[in-house]
């Protein structure tokens, strides 16, 4: 079976960090692109940033651009997001989404971790 399970989420004070992390099993974790993606109440899915598998390459929305950071550790098949500078505006489910590198034809989601940033 396939498993994403994300981790580290919870509440913290605006101006404040939080590390996300992502543990991936039942898939070759090398031949797929790493993505968080994140949805507020009432709002759609949005996508927050990627990191190719090998390369290391990595792709940001404007919103997270300079206060997150996506990194991966495929020795341990795990991806992470490094959020710093919370915004209020940042409050949602992060989910973690692995998709096959050589097309979108396979793609797998975990169950999401809340993240609440408020005073």
């Known amino acids: 079976q396939v498993q994403l399970v994300e981790s580290g989420g919870g509440l913290v004070q605006p101006g404040g960090s939080l590390k996300l992390s992502c543990t991936v099993s039942?898939?070759?974790?090398?031949?797929?692109?790493m993505k968080w993606y994140r949805q507020a109440p009432g709002k759609e899915r949005d996508f927050v940033a990627r990191?190719?598998?090998?390369?290391?390459?990595?792709r940001y929305a404007d919103s997270v651009s300079g206060r997150f950071t996506i990194s991966r550790d495929n020795a341990k098949n795990m991806a992470f997001l490094q959020m710093d500078s919370l915004k209020p505006e940042d409050t949602a489910v992060y989910y973690c989404?692995?998709?096959?590198?050589?097309?979108?034809?396979?793609?797998?989601w975990g169950q999401g971790t809340q993240v609440t940033v408020s005073s």
């Open positions: 039942g898939i070759p974790f090398r031949d797929y692109i």
């Open positions: 989404n692995a998709q096959w590198r050589y097309g979108n034809t396979r793609e797998y």
């Open positions: 990191i190719e598998s090998y390369t290391g390459a990595t």
